[in-house]
Nanobody
Framework: VQLQASGGGLVQAGGSLRLSCAAS????????MGWFRQAPGKEREFVAG????????YYVDSVKGRFTISRDDAKNTMYLQMNSLKPEDTAVYYC???????????????????WGQGTQVTVSS
């Protein structure tokens, strides 16, 4: 499966952005997908994940209540709606997918074989 992430940009603190991850090559009905981010000098961290078929969602505590992950079957696309953005949300955001993710490991980037190219999100204070 090929993943194409888009939607990043520069936004002021308190603003919103919506990231998209378009998938091609496979239907995603049995996949687990996730958003990760990596800030300069930091390790890549899990942000949110979703089981494609059931739509069960998972979030890191720091984004709960601000970010919403969703998917559109018809468009084979996953989204990350990011509201109330903070400067500490600044990072390159990556989408990832895999069919064999154990849900207890949904936040582990080594669980995913397929990755998008990343999109930069910059939040100014």
């Amino acid at each position: 499966v090929q993943l194409q992430a888009s939607g990043g940009g520069l936004v002021q603190a308190g603003g919103s952005l919506r990231l998209s991850c378009a998938a091609s090559g496979r239907t995603l009905s049995r996949y687990v997908m996730g958003w990760f981010r990596q800030a300069p000098g930091k390790e890549r961290e899990f942000v949110a994940g979703i089981t494609w078929s059931a739509g069960i969602t998972y979030y890191v505590d720091s984004v709960k209540g601000r970010f919403t992950i969703s998917r559109d079957d018809a468009k084979n696309t996953m989204y990350l709606q990011m509201n109330s953005l903070k400067p500490e949300d600044t990072a390159v955001y990556y989408c990832a997918a895999d069919r064999t993710v154990i849900l207890s490991e949904i936040g582990n980037d080594r669980s995913y074989d397929w990755w998008g190219q990343g999109t930069q999100v910059t939040v100014s204070s």
